[in-house]
Each structure stands twice: as C-alpha cells, then as structure tokens.
C-alpha cells in the first residue's frame, strides 16, 4: 500500500520560510520521480517544484530562487523548503509519486501566508 504522507505546513508571515517533507512508503522511493503539487481556493491544481530519481530539477517560475526541492533516498523522504513566501503561496501543497506508468498523491498540508 502506497502512503505518501505530508508535514511542515501551517500559518506564516509575509517573508517568511517553511519546510515541508513528504515521507514516502509502499514504493521503491529511489525509482520514483518526486513532485509538489498546489491548490489555492478557486484554482487548478498546479506544478510547484519536481525532482527526478536522478535529481534533476525543475520548478514554476513563480516558485523559482525561492523554493528549493530536495531528496534524501535513505529516508524515503522529499523536501519543498520554501523561502520569501507571499500570500499568493497560499495553498494545499500535495506530494506526488510518480513513474511512467503510475502516480500516488498524498493528503495534502495546508499553508497559509498572511500579508
């Protein structure tokens, strides 16, 4: 059973930083391409940050020299940390596992950012 569980969300100020994790089990996570996904109230689900299983990077540019996606292979774990933040930040950040034939989303960690 596939279980990709978020954490490190939560209320911020303008400027300010959060780290989010995503701990992955059920899968072989070194195999698996990695991404964070966000819904804002109103919107479509959008691509924030993905890192490959062989570590390479892409990001929106509205995230671009302020967010940074890591991985670390041994504790099955993806990290978004996330600086300079705006309220137009707010939203559901989801983690994403996926392959060529697959993907698994996890429950999703709100953040907020006040002005």
């Known amino acids: 059973q596939v279980q990709l569980v978020e954490s490190g969300g939560g209320l911020v100020q303008t400027g300010g930083s959060l780290r989010l994790s995503c701990a992955a089990s059920?899968?072989?996570?070194?195999?698996?391409?990695m991404a964070w996904y966000r819904q804002a109230p109103g919107k479509q689900r959008e691509l924030v940050a993905e890192?490959?299983?062989?570590?390479?990077?892409n990001y929106a540019d509205s995230v671009k020299g302020r967010f940074t996606i890591s991985r670390d292979n041994a504790k099955n774990t993806v990290y978004l940390q996330m600086n300079s933040l705006t309220p137009e930040d707010t939203a559901v950040y989801y983690c994403?596992?996926?392959?060529?034939?697959?993907?698994?989303w996890g429950q999703g960690t709100q953040v907020t950012v006040s002005s």
């Open positions: 994403n596992a996926y392959r060529a034939n697959y993907d698994h």
């Open positions: 059920g899968i072989i996570f070194r195999l698996n391409n």
């Open positions: 890192i490959t299983n062989g570590g390479g990077r």
